[in-house]
């Protein structure tokens, strides 16, 4: 039974009919373009198949009633006086907080929700969580859809309810995301071009069963280091720092804050060549910048571990890997790698058992294609 299927029985079980709306918002893996959208710049993400679900029905009254199907406890709370809550219930509640601020009306509704994207993975599970709420909301409710709109108002949930410093990528892919497609994403502008993925090739996430601690801290200790570089060159953000003019000029930059704008600035011209080659087909040149760019993760901005290292290493010596990188915010979670479709069936098998070997940890490594970005899939009939 597929999750789809599954919160639907559940549904139909708890409110003894089926459910009005079924949402779902997907997860995203970054291809290139890491730790650029806090500065302004350019990333490269694209969804994925896994997603968070929700089945719903209005309810006549403020209350906001979500039970989970993966996770303990429910989300119960009234939209006339929302407070903050205690565990994951604090994303629909932080969505519904940002919502109204930004005065869209909003009815209660209850429902069922489950979500096939492993968390604190780097694969954009809250991102996701915020945007099938906000299409719950929405199915309610009913205002335009604006996915770039949604987007920002998920971003606000997550810097001004939750106060992390996040940028704006999760956000934007989970929410303007479509099938075979990745997204060139500009953080300033927030245009985005849909760029193809060259047919030749497989999206592998590589998960390396560890998963991020202190990363919040970690996180916005890179932010502000960037705000210091940023302000060192007198410029708004990174973004509008060329190679040409850091090497003039970075000199005189603290050491350590040199290393962290360097990354970002090259990896702001590798996120862009990498999508000149996915417009030429090039899979082998997108896979040559990836694995440039986990260098300089690794070593500039420091935000790699000792799992993603080893996991990259053996990926990168595959046959059929063109490419491989850590991916999100670091420190733990996920790898990224291109592979031949030809090579995927060993390529899978190979790379979990040398990891295991050699870590004693036992990788999930998942194909995975991209989806359409937040949407209704089911919507009852009236009467
Ligand atoms: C996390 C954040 C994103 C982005 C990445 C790093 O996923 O939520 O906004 O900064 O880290 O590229």
Not at 103 to 125: F, H, K, M, N, T
Not at 191 to 220: C, E, H, M, W
Request: hydrophobic share 40%; aromatic share 8%.
């Amino acid at each position: 039974m597929n999750l789809r299927e599954k919160i639907s029985t559940v549904f139909q079980k708890r409110f003894n009919e089926s459910p009005a709306f079924i949402v779902r918002a997907p997860g995203r893996v970054n291809l290139i373009g890491e730790h650029t959208d806090y500065n302004d710049g350019f990333a490269l993400p694209m969804t994925i198949n896994r997603s968070v679900w929700i089945a719903l029905r209005p309810r006549n009254d403020k209350k906001v009633s979500l039970r989970s199907l993966n996770l303990p406890n429910s989300a119960e709370f009234s939209l006339n006086k929302i407070a903050h809550g205690k565990n994951w219930d604090e994303y629909p509640r932080g969505v519904a907080w940002a919502l109204q601020r930004a005065d869209y009306p909003l009815q209660g509704w209850e429902g069922i929700l489950a979500s096939d994207i492993p968390v604190g993975a780097g694969l954009s599970s809250s991102a996701a969580l915020e945007l099938a709420i906000a299409r719950a909301f929405w199915a309610v409710n009913r205002w335009d859809w604006n996915p770039t709109k949604m987007a920002l108002l998920a971003q606000k949930t997550e810097n001004d309810w939750m106060g992390l410093e996040t940028g704006i990528m999760d956000q934007m892919v989970s929410a303007n995301g479509k099938k075979e497609s990745a997204l060139l994403i500009d953080c300033r502008s927030l245009d985005f071009n849909l760029l193809p993925l060259p047919k030749q090739i497989t999206v592998a996430i590589l998960d390396t069963a560890t998963r991020r601690g202190l990363v919040d801290s970690a996180y916005n200790e890179r932010v502000t280091q960037c705000q210091k570089a940023s302000n060192f060159f007198g410029v708004d953000a990174l973004r509008d720092i060329s190679p040409e003019k850091f090497k003039k000029q970075a000199k005189k930059l603290d050491p350590l804050i040199r290393r962290r704008a360097k990354h970002v600035i090259t990896e702001n011209v590798r996120t862009l060549q990498a999508a000149e080659a996915m417009r030429a087909g090039d899979a082998n040149k997108l896979g040559q910048l990836i694995k440039e760019s986990h260098l300089s993760l690794r070593d500039d901005y420091e935000v790699s571990s000792k799992e993603l290292n080893t996991m990259v290493e053996i990926a990168n010596t595959q046959t059929g890997c063109l490419g491989a990188r850590m991916t999100g915010g670091g420190f733990g979670g996920c790898a990224v790698a291109l592979v031949k479709n030809s090579a995927t069936p060993s390529f899978s098998t190979e790379v979990a058992a040398i990891y295991q070997k050699k870590t004693g940890l036992k990788a999930q490594i998942y194909l995975c294609h991209p989806t359409n970005g937040a949407e209704l899939v089911d919507e009852k009939a009236e009467g």
